[in-house]
């Protein structure tokens, strides 16, 4: 084993004497040396109102290819759970091991610890400290907090740009991050194109060690560490964590068989679930992991957090091998329509419209990854318009599912949150998704991507005459959701980034919206 570059007392001299920096945002500064273990940072998420879930891997430079390959098989290791950042006051310390059969991953699910309070923690392994997180207890589930203050973020494309995004949204200090999905992408862009800013410098991922190198390169970013570091975060994968438009068990090419596909998700799934601070997951008969899960934030909030690709149906009418987001359908397609097709796979329907039903929480914030809103672009003829199909717009009697349930159930103040399609969106969701005239049974906030392209700004405005449920529309800007609530009101701010190129981009809000309680219309301003 290699010397190490500095040990304990260096590396807690190195995190003290930043003071003049915000502690959150001292990443970065710790990786003097290849051989320092912590250089993918720390993390924390899952949070309960007695514990949460702490995450760091071990690993050292290159990293790839088989960087842990540099570490034994097993490393044991210490972590320290404290009530102040200066860990005067630790409440909890234990050991664990980082295995090399989990890519040295740690995850330390935590308990008995107070509700509605932050925590500060940290690991120790082969002499050095890691940076310290800040992490927090949900609130018990009969206390009424006053507010919640939370981050959206998602589609972080490493080649496309820096993540400066991720830097202002720990520098607002949330209470929770959600991540919507494409946390990582699974290509790599031709040497030489136009858009690429920072090469990921290996093929296409479709094996663990390859999805594993690109959650690393991605967690040796300082401003998603500082971001991790500031807050714990909630979790769902889209299709960019395993290959582009996926359905379930089923690839974007159909000629793919779905017995040699499952094979490369389940590599990717494991990926995801060893660098992401989840709770250890529920299986499925099969063995798959189920991800989709609640959390409640005392009365204030529930939040559903759901799994959008591994249950659903195969992508609607499919085609040969296509490229974007989908592909268009025209209305004539029986897939869209068709009531035994699924985009969660029923059993997470069914336990969805159980917590719609049952919930009795002030908001419910529906995290998900996929635009819910209809999408129409229109033709010279009714049947010839044509449909997004990776979205709910490729599986209609699913949402109409949905909405047929937020209409039944009555839950309180519903408020989907979706990520996808690199773009901000302030929607009205009707119980006939197409028809304005009906009841309006939720409000849809989707937010922009950390770095990926958005659609064409111009197509998509030439649309919104036949889509007047689409309040608010912008493909320009790269950014992320801030939402802050209160029992009687949520505020929404559109945080759109200078230029994802420059990894000192600043910040501006581009456009606010409110809601307020007991009225899904979504108030400008």
């Known amino acids: 084993m290699p010397s190490h570059t500095f040990g304990r007392r260096q590396a807690l001299r190195l995190l003290a004497g930043a003071a003049a920096a915000p502690w959150f945002?001292?990443?970065?500064?710790?990786?003097?040396?290849?051989?320092?273990?912590?250089?993918?940072?720390?993390?924390?998420?899952?949070p309960a109102h007695d514990g949460f879930v702490i995450w760091t891997r071990l690993s050292s430079l290159p990293l790839y290819p088989g960087n842990e390959e540099r570490l034994p098989n097993r490393v044991p290791l210490t972590w320290e759970v404290a009530e102040d950042a200066n860990f005067r006051r630790i409440v909890q310390r234990g050991q664990s091991n980082a295995l090399r059969l989990l890519g040295h991953a740690v995850h330390v699910e935590l308990h008995n610890l107070r509700p509605g309070r932050e925590y500060w923690y940290?690991?120790?392994?082969?002499?050095?400290?890691?940076?310290s997180g800040r992490a927090i207890t949900l609130p018990s589930p009969t206390a009424s907090p006053e507010r919640l203050h939370l981050v959206v973020a998602s589609c972080a494309n490493w080649e496309r740009g820096y993540f400066s995004a991720y830097r202002h949204m720990a520098e607002e200090r949330p209470d929770l991050t959600l991540f919507l999905g494409d946390y990582i992408y699974?290509?790599?862009?031709?040497?030489?194109a136009a858009d690429l800013v920072r090469p990921y410098g290996?093929?296409?991922a479709t094996d663990l060690a390859g999805y594993r190198y690109r959650y690393a390169l991605h967690h040796s970013d300082p401003d998603l560490q500082a971001l991790h570091a500031a807050a714990p975060c909630l979790a769902t994968w889209d299709d960019h964590e395993v290959q582009d438009d996926y359905s379930g068990e089923h690839a974007k090419d159909p000629a793919v068989r779905p017995a040699e596909f499952i094979r490369r998700r389940a590599a990717a799934y494991q990926a995801f679930l060893e660098n992401l601070?989840?709770?250890?997951?529920?299986?499925?008969a099969d063995g798959r992991p189920r991800i989709y899960r609640s959390f409640r934030y005392g009365q204030l909030a529930s939040l559903p957090v759901l799994d959008g690709r591994q249950y659903r149906s195969r992508q609607p009418c499919p085609v040969a091998p296509h490229h974007g987001k989908g592909h268009l359908e025209p209305a004539t397609c029986q897939d869209l329509r068709d009531p035994k097709r699924t985009l969660l796979g029923f059993?997470?329907?069914?336990?969805?419209?159980?917590?719609?039903?049952?919930s009795d929480s002030r908001w419910q914030l529906i995290a998900q990854n996929l635009l819910v809103a209809p999408l129409r672009i229109p033709a010279a003829m009714p049947d010839e318009d044509r449909y997004w199909t990776d979205n709910w717009d490729g599986f209609q009697a699913a949402r109409d599912r949905l909405l047929e349930s937020l209409h039944q159930s009555r839950v309180a103040n519903?408020?989907?949150?979706?990520?996808?399609?690199?773009?901000?969106w302030a929607n009205h969701l009707h119980l006939r998704a197409e028809d304005p005239q009906s009841p309006r049974v939720a409000t849809e906030l989707v937010g922009t991507s950390i770095t990926s392209n958005g659609p064409s700004y111009e197509s998509v405005q030439a649309i919104m005459p036949v889509n007047p449920h689409v309040r608010f529309y912008d493909s320009r800007s790269r950014g992320y959701l801030s939402l802050d609530l209160d029992r009687t009101r949520l505020e929404v701010r559109m945080q759109a980034i200078s230029e994802r190129a420059d990894p000192h981009a600043s910040l501006a809000t581009l456009k606010r919206f409110s809601v307020e309680?007991?009225?899904?219309?979504?108030?400008?301003?």
């Open 25 to 46: 945002l001292q990443y970065g500064r710790a990786l003097a040396g290849q051989d320092y273990p912590f250089g993918l940072g720390v993390a924390s998420g899952d």
């Open 122 to 131: 940290r690991f120790i392994a082969l002499g050095d400290v890691s940076p």
């Open 347 to 358: 059993a997470q329907e069914r336990w969805l419209y159980d917590q719609l039903r049952n």
């Open 517 to 525: 309680s007991g009225d899904p219309r979504l108030h400008p301003g």
């Open 202 to 204: 290996a093929a296409e």
């Open 277 to 284: 601070p989840l709770r250890r997951p529920a299986r499925e």
């Open 186 to 192: 699974e290509y790599s862009l031709p040497t030489g």
């Open 414 to 424: 519903p408020v989907i949150l979706s990520g996808d399609y690199h773009s901000f």
